[in-house]
């Protein structure tokens, strides 16, 4: 080949005379480097008359274009081709020139000729590329020969050359709209098509050129319905699409008259014989039924529709599951729409993007119907690898399901939340608080309490947040939360984000009567700061002012003419003009202006609390699924979905004549295939479908043959459709009763397995395992049944019920949490096992030192449990004490100090029911019955921690209130010092190597090479006893953890040259890796 010389040996460099020259650049290299010899290897492999060397050119050249490369400038070597008799070349062929068609017109028009011979070709594929490719020229003068051509492949026996037809139909409308009506016979003509293969692409056609021509789908809507199930996916999505607007426009709302639906037998949705013989049957009753409000009756056709779109909800596809759960939203009765609850959460489980489409139709269906996805409130928990859009979502969904049943889970997630690292999330978290706190009075002081304890919190933005929707709570009941008012004025010192300054001073300013002292000081330290801070400051700053000098310009009169002299000059307009404005308003000019004399009503008149409201909440305007619901703005081409009409219109415009082929045996299978899956599903749908719609459920089975086909009910139709149907209710009657019966046992049956296996279990996963695997039984055999409840039970761990018991708590305390971690293993052992060891390591040390080991060195100080502004005056903090508890060894012992700092005394003081995770105990103190104002109790309590970090949550009660507090142990905490020889410790930490050995180096300050130092830093960080050493530079300790008893031996080797190094030997993996950080840390501080 001609080609062959590219291939050179020195791959770059110099060139011989009348060679190509290559770059050195590897990525610019290969074949394709030269401009004027590109491809000239594949051009000469299309000129051969060989038919192996063009299949191998074209299948190259199909390569290139898969991969994203330019193959343009081959269009005329491969254009010559398309007369090519080998059926392979000429496919691939097609396959180039609908790429390129559109950019080579000239080219293109060159070979119309065979295009048009192409278009009767015998091959099925050969004429549906030809058309591809013609309908892909996009040059007005051929519009005459493409509109021939679509109507001749409208007729063609092959489905799949009809399909390529109706998708040149929009390619064609795009180029000359003027055909629009010789398309439109060609859709008419299309429609009629009795191939599944065809159904979705001309829908896809009518929607594009004439979505208005609703007549042309009367006569088509039923065979659509039927035909559903076998379409490809992407036309279910385009049929149904289509299929919900049509039902807004045909059929009167399922939603009026509600309650009247219960009470209405089910029968009436299709009606008798003897009514549909006589005329039109429930359909012509239907336009007289609004203005006598009689019971609301569903026409078949609609029923068809939800019948037949319902198995889509198992589909694979998330777009088919999506839009039928759209059309379930916008067509169904309420009590049938929570059916597309399972379906829906099941794709939670798949990839970011479709989580992200579907939490956004989710939020906005939990707005109207919270109800209906309430069972599945965990499958809404956030995982930490969710992406942050995933996880704002799923915060906007858990928020409206909140309710005053489940609002304590839902605070109990929020709270873990609060710790994340993603600081967009935390935001959104606190101000998901505040919705839940406005929505739901009950927790309304909880909530806010809790966001108090947050105002320590040491990143600044968390901060901020919880000041801004704590302004907004306290709007609702300012009188209440003085004390909070003061708390916050405290925090301007500190607080930067302009945003949370600005709400903290709107706050002193609007309630300015309840904190009188600290306001005008306020005032006092902004005015130095002015020039410096934000505009939105500087505004509420000038807002403060005025509002000080309306109520107290004794104090404040100076204050405030600085600061409007000050903004007076200032560099944003606005500002100066709110100076301007302010001073003209408050201040008395000479004139005595009108507006001066109500200056304290402007100022200072009663503001409404604002409404907290999803951002959700006015979206269900747009269709759901749809791209312009996505965005909250219409999308170009978007179609507004239709009003429901006020009178149905004319339902006998669908009857048409049932063509042979839905007919007699067809027909009978495709019952026996469905029936089973309804029993199947009624009997499964569960807490997603209310009571009201099991009345529904049973009329869908008791009237399957009578509707079937969705034809049965009219009075147009033949003598011969009608026997039809006789005969099929005849023959069905039987099957369809044993049927009901085998239904109703196996949903008894699956009740009494789900109660078997206790559905309270505390596993996510494990639910969401369980509703998994219910929806891929759906078809499932009696046998499979059988074997069900046996594999069930092997899945439940057998701690559930505790476990379950133990996930409902009701806190919010804002403190980290973290999942239960081990089960005790063993009691500890504190003394050693051989005194001959004790003894040989004895000798080697200072006998001074064995005092030091037993005594319990103290550890960390007292830390606030409970402010006194959350506790109403009751402060309370808690040591750990590091000496044994009385009543369990596997317990710590903790001080809790006691301060009431309110003016009344504070009567029954103890610890209410805890709801605790698994492993984690509690022993409570002996109840304080009174504590004096001013005076301190101590009390000693003891929390069996089950060896982890995990917080331990309770409930400090008074005889009036409350409080949700929470105690979380530094890992030192959870062991006692363990005495052992030197000899018997190396021994121990022989064992523990390899996995078990957490090693890490430190660089040690100057402050820290004495012995004293060290040993005193590492005893207070952990409750570790000192084993002799014989060498001096290096440290040893022991220990047990208090719950499983296992060893943690902790060395530390600080010799003179170079870093020191801590080693902690371990069991414990987890406690061992936390333990070395925190020993680091101590030591470098």
Not at 271 to 286: I, L, Q, V, W
Not at 427 to 453: E, M, Y
Not at 675 to 697: I, L, Q, V
Request: glycine share 6%.
């Amino acid at each position: 080949m001609s080609a062959a010389p590219a291939y050179s040996e020195d791959k770059g460099g110099s060139a011989g005379p009348g060679e190509p020259e290559y770059g050195h650049d590897p990525a610019s290299g290969g074949i394709f480097s030269s401009d004027y010899k590109r491809h000239d290897d594949l051009k000469e492999m299309l000129d051969t008359n060989k038919d192996s060397l063009k299949l191998e050119a074209m299948k190259r050249i199909v390569a290139m274009i898969a991969r994203g490369k330019n193959a343009s400038d081959l269009f005329p070597a491969v254009v010559k081709n398309v007369a090519c008799k080998n059926i392979e070349v000429k496919k691939l062929v097609y396959v180039y020139l609908v790429r390129y068609a559109e950019e080579q017109q000239d080219l293109a028009l060159l070979s119309i000729s065979t295009f048009q011979r192409g278009l009767k070709d015998p091959n099925q594929l050969i004429r549906a590329s030809a058309l591809r490719v013609l309908s892909s020229i996009r040059v007005p003068i051929i519009v005459p020969i493409m509109m021939l051509a679509i109507k001749e492949a409208a007729s063609d026996m092959s489905p799949y050359v009809r399909k390529t037809a109706a998708h040149a139909i929009p390619k064609l409308y795009s180029l000359d709209s003027d055909q629009k009506d010789q398309l439109i016979e060609v859709i008419e003509k299309l429609l009629a098509d009795k191939t599944t293969l065809v159904a979705g692409s001309v829908v896809m056609a009518f929607e594009e050129v004439c979505p208005e021509r609703i007549d042309l789908i009367h006569k088509n809507y039923r065979k659509l319905c039927n035909l559903l199930i076998d379409v490809e996916e992407w036309g279910q999505v385009v049929i149904i699409s289509m299929l919900t607007r049509y039902a807004r426009t045909q059929f009167l709302s399922p939603t009026q008259n509600e309650s009247l639906l219960e009470e209405n037998p089910e029968k009436a949705f299709y009606g008798s014989e003897d009514d549909e013989t006589k005329g039109g049957g429930p359909e012509a009753a239907a336009p007289t039924a609004l203005p006598a409000r009689k019971p609301y009756v569903m026409d078949p056709d609609h029923r068809l529709l939800l019948r037949n779109t319902k198995p889509l909800l198992q589909s694979r596809s998330a777009a088919v599951v999506m839009a039928v759960a759209q059309l379930y939203f916008h067509l169904a009765p309420k009590a049938e729409v929570g059916v597309i609850a399972k379906a829906l959460v099941r794709l939670l489980r798949s990839h970011s993007e479709v989580q992200y489409v579907v939490l956004q139709n989710v939020a906005t269906m939990s707005i109207k119907r919270r109800g209906m996805f309430e069972p599945y409130l965990k499958s809404f928990y956030i995982r930490s690898t969710d992406p942050t859009q995933i996880k704002i979502l799923k915060l906007e969904v858990l928020t409206n399901l909140a309710n005053e049943t489940n609002i304590p889970t839902v605070l109990r997630e929020f709270q873990t939340y609060i710790r994340s690292m993603d600081k967009d999330f935390v935001a959104a978290t606190i101000q998901a608080i505040g919705r839940c706190a406005t929505n739901i009075g009950r927790v309304r002081d909880t909530c806010l309490n809790g966001l108090v304890q947050l105002l320590s919190n040491r990143d600044e933005l968390v901060v901020a947040e919880s000041v801004v929707v704590i302004k907004k709570l306290l709007q609702m009941q300012p009188a209440q939360h003085g004390e909070i008012i003061k708390h916050l004025a405290k925090l301007t010192d500190n607080i930067q984000v302009p945003m949370a300054r600005a709400s903290i001073l709107w706050l002193i300013g609007e309630y300015c009567e309840h904190v009188p002292k600290i306001a005008p000081d306020v005032l006092r330290k902004m005015a130095k700061s002015f020039t410096a801070e934000e505009d939105i400051v500087k505004l509420q700053v000038i807002n403060l002012a005025a509002k000080l000098y309306l109520t107290n310009s004794k104090q404040t009169k100076l204050l405030t003419q600085y600061v409007l002299s000050l903004a007076k000059y200032d560099q944003n307009y606005d500002i100066r003009d709110r100076a301007r404005f302010t001073r003209q308003l408050i201040v008395p000019s000479e004139q005595g202006g009108t507006l001066s004399r109500h200056a304290k009503k402007l100022f200072l008149a009663p503001k409404p609390a604002p409404v907290l409201e999803s951002s959700f909440k006015d979206r269900d305007h747009f269709q759901l699924g749809s791209l312009s619901h996505l965005l909250n703005a219409k999308a170009t081409g978007y179609q507004e979905l239709p009003d429901w009409p006020e009178e149905a219109p004319d339902p006998s415009v669908r009857n048409v004549e049932v063509p042979e082929w839905t007919k007699c045996s067809n027909r009978e299978k495709r019952k026996e295939k469905e029936k089973p899956f309804y029993s199947d599903s009624e009997g499964e749908s569960g807490p997603t479908e209310s009571a009201d719609s099991e009345p529904e459920s049973e009329s869908e089975s008791d009237s399957k043959s009578s509707s079937e086909s969705g034809s049965g009910e009219s009075s147009s139709e033949s003598d011969n459709e009608d026997q039809g149907e006789d005969e099929e209710k005849g023959r069905g009657s039987e099957s369809e009763q044993s049927e009901e019966e085998e239904g109703e046992k196996k949903r008894k049956k699956r009740r009494k397995v789900q109660e078997e296996c206790g559905e309270g279990s505390s596993s996510d996963e494990g639910s969401e395992a369980s509703s998994s695997s219910s929806e891929s039984e759906v078809t499932s055999e009696s046998e499979e049944e059988q074997a069900e409840p046996a594999s069930w039970r092997k899945k439940m761990p057998p701690s559930s019920k505790s476990s379950s018991g133990a996930k409902e708590v009701s806190l919010l305390d804002l403190e980290d949490f973290t999942p239960p971690s081990v089960q005790p293993v063993s009691p500890p052992t504190v003394v050693s096992t051989s005194l001959a060891t004790d003894l040989e390591g004895l000798t080697l040390t200072d006998s001074s030192l064995v005092p030091s080991l037993l005594s319990p060195v103290p550890g960390m100080g007292r830390q606030e449990l409970l402010h006194q502004v959350a506790g109403e005056g009751l402060a309370v903090d808690y040591a750990f004490s590091r000496q044994p508890f009385s009543g369990d060894p596997h317990m710590v012992s903790v001080h809790i100090y006691f301060t009431n700092s309110s003016e009344t005394p504070i009567k029954g003081l103890h610890v209410g029911t805890p709801k605790l995770p698994a492993g984690i105990s509690i022993q409570e103190f002996p109840e304080i019955e009174l504590l004096a104002p001013g005076e301190s109790a101590t009390a000693v309590m003891g929390i069996n921690f089950c060896d982890s970090t995990q917080a331990a949550n309770f409930q400090l009660c008074t005889q009036t209130r409350q409080f949700y507090v929470s105690i979380q142990p530094p890992v030192g905490e959870l062991m006692a010092p363990v005495f052992m020889s030197e000899n018997e410790f190396k021994k121990e930490q022989g064992k523990l190597t390899g996995m078990n050995e957490i090693t890490e180096k430190v660089m040690l300050p100057d402050t820290c090479w004495s012995d004293h130092t060290v040993v005193q830093k590492v005893t207070a960080t952990a409750n570790l006893g000192r084993v002799p050493c014989g060498t001096s530079d290096e440290y040893r300790f022991a220990g047990r953890t208090l719950t499983s008893g296992s060893l943690v031996l902790l060395t530390l080797d600080a010799r003179p040259a170079g870093a020191a190094q801590v080693t902690v030997n371990s069991e414990k993996m987890v406690i061992g890796t936390m333990l070395v950080k925190d020993v680091i840390q101590a030591l470098t501080q």
